[in-house]
Every structure is written in C-alpha cells, then in structure tokens.
C-alpha cells in the first residue's frame, strides 16, 4: 500500500492570505501546508480522499497519473472543490464516470456544486462525470476492503476509513476533520500500520481535535505510525514536533509512505 499526502493544512491553508505570522512568513517547506487531502494506492487501485481546491497542483506536484475512484469525507468547500479537475482521470477512462463515495451530505453538495458531472458519462466531451453512491460500512473490492465509521464534526458527522490491503494484510486508518473518536470508531482503527488523526492546532476547537486530543487518542489506538494532519498556522513543524511523543508525527504535504 502507498500513501501519498497531497495536503495536510486547513481550509485557509498555510501560509494564509494576508498574515505574517512566523509559521506563514517561514521558509521551511515543511510549514508550506494546501488544503486536505491523500492519495491511497491499495494494490494496485487508486483511491483519492478528499479533493482539495489545489487538487490540480496536487496532482502535478506528485505525480498522480491515475484516479479509479474517489471517497469523500464530507462535503465542506476544502474539501470537495477541486473536483472539476476530475475530469482528465475521466478522460483517461475514456470517459466512464468516476464512483464518488460519501455520506448523505457530501452527494447532496457535489449535486448542488457539479449537476452538469452527475451523469454516467460526461455530457459534454472533456467534462467530468461522477457516479455519486452513499459509502457502506464495508466496501469489498478486489484488490482488498475499506470500511468505514461516522465521526462527529460540528453540525454534520464525516467519513472514517479505515483501508486493509488484501495481499499485504496492511492496514491505514484515516480520521480527519473530527472532534472525537468513540469507542467503535476506535475498534476499528486499533493496531493499524498507519493512523492519520486530525491534530488541528495545540488549542481547543469546538469541531476538530487539538494536538492533544489526538495525542491522547493515538496512545490508545496503539498504531505502527502516527500522522496528524489538518494542521492550522498554528503549528510550527520543527518546534511542535519537539513536544510529540514518540510515534506520533506531524504528516507534511508530499509525504509518502509505503507500507
């Protein structure tokens, strides 16, 4: 399984507009963070989570030469806004529509943003397409399965998934954009070789976890790798780093692991 973090900031990104904090006006790469998103190859198959609003950059950045279908966690604007550029994975499937899995929410958002794309294949050639189908507990898929949870997140609740590679047995936990992690939700992510946590900014929020809030969950999830992602101007990689317990990381854009 490769793991590809094409973005680990928030909705306004870092550096943001019009700030000159010492974490925007920084020249370590490491604090230069697009909007959330990653890109998970699963034997083959290539599956994009989230679609940012830099998600061409993204891709161009990383070299991501294919998408056969994308999961989307929610259906807020850093998150779903960069999917017209969807259309040249369609394109390169010579047209057929991508499956677009997600919660309620999120279809009734990619409907309201993308109705020309809502359609089998594109409708105009060069358009996008997308298939949009509410995501199951448990997606069985040949090249292995991905299961996935509810997290809590203000107003709405978003995708947790968890990826089990079926050659390898290897397993990637995915929770994003969440304030908490229950007990099922826990479960289901225990043990796994990677577990990506929302880790927002040392201080508390009403809708994400603070770094210590992921910090405490990642003791308990007793994961092979810790990455926190979603990462405000807050966060200053080298000085934040310093005080994370061992195991526990901060994800930066263009991350790859291989497991």
Known sequence: ???????TGTSQGVPMIACDCPVCASSDPRNRRSRTSVHVVMDGLHVQVDVAPEFRLQCIENRISRVD????????ADHIMGMDDLRRYCDLRR????????????????????????SDRPTVPGYPAFKVLPMPAELELEQGRIFST???HGRIEVLGLVF??????????????????????????????VIVLDGLRP???????????????????????????HLTHAVDHETASAGLP?????????LRIRL
């Not at 399984?1 to 973005?7: A, C, E, V």
């Not at 279908?69 to 807020?76: A, D, K, S, W």
């Not at 047209?95 to 794309?117: D, H």
Request: with cysteine; net charge negative; glycine share 12%.
């Open 1 to 7: 399984m490769d793991i590809i973090f094409l973005g």
């Open 69 to 76: 279908m994308v999961l989307l966690t929610h259906g807020h």
């Open 95 to 118: 047209g057929e529509a991508l499956p677009v899995f997600t919660t309620e929410e999120g279809a009734e958002r990619v409907r309201a943003i993308y109705p020309y794309a809502i």
């Open 150 to 152: 509810r997290l809590p």
């Open 164 to 193: 089990e590679e079926r050659s390898s047995g290897r397993r990637l936990a995915y929770y994003t954009d969440c304030k908490a992690v229950g007990p099922e939700q826990r479960e289901l992510a225990r043990g796994a070789d």
């Open 203 to 229: 201080e508390p929020h009403p809708t994400h976890m603070s770094i210590g809030e992921a910090v405490e969950v990642a003791a308990d999830l007793k994961g092979g790798r810790t990455l926190l992602t």
């Open 246 to 254: 061992a195991g526990v990381e901060f994800a930066t854009d263009g």
